[in-house]
């Protein structure tokens, strides 16, 4: 990345900042500056938001009317016609939210009408007219209401025996609707009614009448608010004829705006009749923006350039760029985080290890087929994880040749290496080596990490430096000539011993106390440090594990076939392996994801960087 700093006339803001975003590459950022301090664009930005937000809502209300393409244009509106823009916007939404809050009262209306007709359908069964059953009701307890269909001939036992009568009306699923009717004397109605699931059963005012007249009245008042919905819909389509070309033409003149809105938050200052933007370029575009410039103000601008400072170094953005293939594994990063500007992208590394791993612990031929037949089925939202299924799914078909299994069975083809269940102490060990060698290759990343910040005495001396480095390495050969039966080696003991020490040493400058307590914290943490290296390395035993977990899943699935006959020894065959790559197969995507994760990122991945997000006409603009 290269820091830019471009000086333009005042008079000419809108247009600088509209070539800015056509070139593509021109990150803005903020930089304290004594000569520039005004906020030149603070009060364009203030109108364009404005704008923008009333643009979108008027939008938003004229739903079924498409925007067509924005055309070329060459000049962004300056300040005074954007704040015409804005003032046109808001009549337009002025008389917009007046029809909005008419057909917000419609919907309100026509549920309440759907309501009533819900309501009246269940009525209509009664045969009734409602208002002498309500008169009646005065002189009488009469409820309507419903309840569980289970519960109707215990309830109507006992009203009976209170001097209640019981009618059911109307059936709904498992609920039915009833009348309940007696004299004014069961003082215990209503807990009775509550014990039998009893609901209410609400009669509006407007059906408190014979049915006939309910219905007409019904009728009418859906032809009423048809009648509405109509003009409101000519209404709109009205002004959309009116005002359609010109929403259009603010529409493009908004987005030409959006480049000087954008930058004048943090990126634009000015003094005087000067204006300055300051950003970040990706150092090969430099000489391409210095063209682009060129070609449109002649010599009207001044640029400078100069490499990122140590000081800006986690302010400075880094450029993400990838092939389509290696985006879904850039997902998978970017849940974790964004690398730094100059930290290594751990991205590719991902993209090798985790199916290898994945592949390695689910490793099958019939099994990865079937990853595969899936990959290729994935539609629609799906799609950006065909790649990762892909590579899953092809190197469970590679190990599942190493192993010689396929959907769980060893006698089909002939393993190029050996069944898992074949010697699991060697597959064991080969997952401890696994181990040994990515938390090297994480230590040797995490060496680059810091030579590149400069932080050379963290580098050589730190637990996750070069004496890390130094030290795991010698312990391990320690260790496994130990376990080897030939002996740890002094060699190996002396160089972990002066690894380790020198750990110590880094520890014990880094503490401001007392002598006691900075030998403790050496000493505690040096031993942790050591302690975490090989723990993490242990972890990788979850590779062998899983691949003879995979092994025992498929002897269970076939030994239980074996014991059906006919269609059922197939059935279970097809159940038990699709089981096996569906709850299997997403168990080992997530170890495999775990180990990727936990034992590699975490020991030289910060994660807390700046993604490059250049000026653009496109909606979003930068990230700060």
């Known amino acids: 990345m290269t820091r830019v700093f471009l000086l333009f006339l005042a008079s000419e803001a809108q247009d600088a900042a509209l070539s800015l975003a056509r070139h593509g590459a021109f990150g803005p950022a903020e930089e304290a500056d004594a000569a520039m301090t005004e906020m030149t664009g603070a009060a364009y930005r203030e109108v364009w938001l404005e704008a923008e ?16 393409p924005l055309p070329e244009a060459t000049f962004a509106p300056n300040l005074r016609e954007l704040q015409g823009v804005n003032a046109r916007l808001r009549e337009l939404w002025q008389d917009c939210s007046g029809c909005h809050e008419l057909e917000q009262r419609l919907q309100a209306e026509r549920k309440r009408l759907d309501d009533l007709s819900e309501t009246f359908a269940r009525l209509q069964a009664l045969d009734l007219d409602l208002s002498r059953l309500m008169r009646l009701a005065s002189r009488m307890d009469i409820r309507l209401g419903q309840l569980p269909a289970i519960n109707v001939q ?24 009833v009348v309940v009717a007696g004299l004014r004397a ?29 219905s007409r009245y019904l009728q009418s008042e859906r032809q009423r608010l048809d009648a509405l919905a109509t003009s409101q819909c000519e209404l709109k389509n009205e002004n959309w004829r009116r005002h359609g070309a010109w929403l259009a033409q603010a529409r493009l003149l908004l987005a030409l705006a959006r480049p000087l ?15 300055r933007f300051s950003g970040w370029v990706p150092r090969r575009d430099v000489g391409r923006l210095t063209a682009t410039l060129d070609a449109r103000f002649q010599g009207r601008y001044l640029i400078t350039t100069r490499p990122p400072a140590a000081a800006e170094a986690g302010r400075v953005p880094s450029l993400l760029r990838y092939p389509r293939w290696l985006k879904p594994h850039a997902a998978l990063v970017r849940h974790f985080g964004v690398p730094r500007y100059g930290e290594f992208d751990p991205t590719l590394l991902l993209a090798v290890a985790y199916p290898l791993l994945f592949g390695a612990m689910f490793g099958d031929v019939g099994h990865g087929a079937a990853l595969l037949l899936i990959a290729l089925g994935l539609s629609r939202g799906l799609t950006w994880l065909r790649p990762l299924v892909l590579a899953a799914g092809a190197t469970s078909v590679l190990f599942g040749m190493f192993y010689g299994s396929v959907f769980g069975s060893e006698a089909v083809i002939t393993p190029l290496w050996q069944s898992p269940m074949h010697d699991p102490a060697r597959l064991l060990s080969l997952a401890v080596w696994l181990g040994v060698g990515f938390i090297s290759l994480t230590l ?26 130094v030290f795991f390495l010698a312990a391990t050969r320690a260790l496994y000539g130990l376990f080897a039966g030939a002996g740890p080696g002094l060699e190996n003991v002396l160089t972990a011993a002066f690894a380790l020490s020198l750990i110590t040493a880094a520890k014990w400058t880094e503490v401001r106390a007392g002598l006691g307590e900075r030998l403790l914290v050496g000493v505690v943490e040096s031993l942790e440090t050591a ?36 269609s059922g020894h197939w059935l279970a065959l097809a159940l038990g392996n699709a089981v096996i790559v569906g709850l299997e197969g997403g168990i080992v995507a997530i170890q495999a994801l775990r180990l990727m994760y936990y034992e590699g990122f975490s020991r030289f991945f910060g994660g807390d960087g700046i993604e490059f997000s250049p000026l653009t006409l496109a909606p979003g603009g930068p990230k700060t």
Not at 261 to 269: G, Q, T
């Open 53 to 68: 937000a009333r643009l979108n809502k008027i939008m938003a209300y004229c739903d079924g009317h498409a925007m067509a």
């Open 154 to 177: 215990r309830l109507r036992a006992a009203l009976a025996l209170a001097g209640y009568l019981l009618r059911p009306f109307e059936a709904a699923g498992d609920q039915v609707f």
């Open 186 to 214: 069961g003082a215990g109605l209503g807990s009775l009614l509550a014990q039998a699931g009893w609901r209410e059963l609400i009669i509006p005012a407007e059906l408190q009448t014979r049915p006939e007249t309910a």
């Open 261 to 275: 809105a954008e930058a004048a938050e943090y990126s634009l200052r000015g003094h005087g009749q000067l204006v």
């Open 444 to 469: 040797l990343i995490n060496l680059y990490n810091r030579l590149s910040l400069g932080r050379w005495e963290a580098a050589l001396l730190a637990g996750d430096g070069l004496a890390g480095l």
């Open 531 to 566: 302690v975490s290296l090989f723990a993490n390395t242990l972890s990788f035993l979850r590779v062998a594990a899983f691949s003879l977990n995979h092994v025992a899943l498929a002897l269970a699935v076939f030994t239980l076939a074996d014991r059906l006959g006919g």
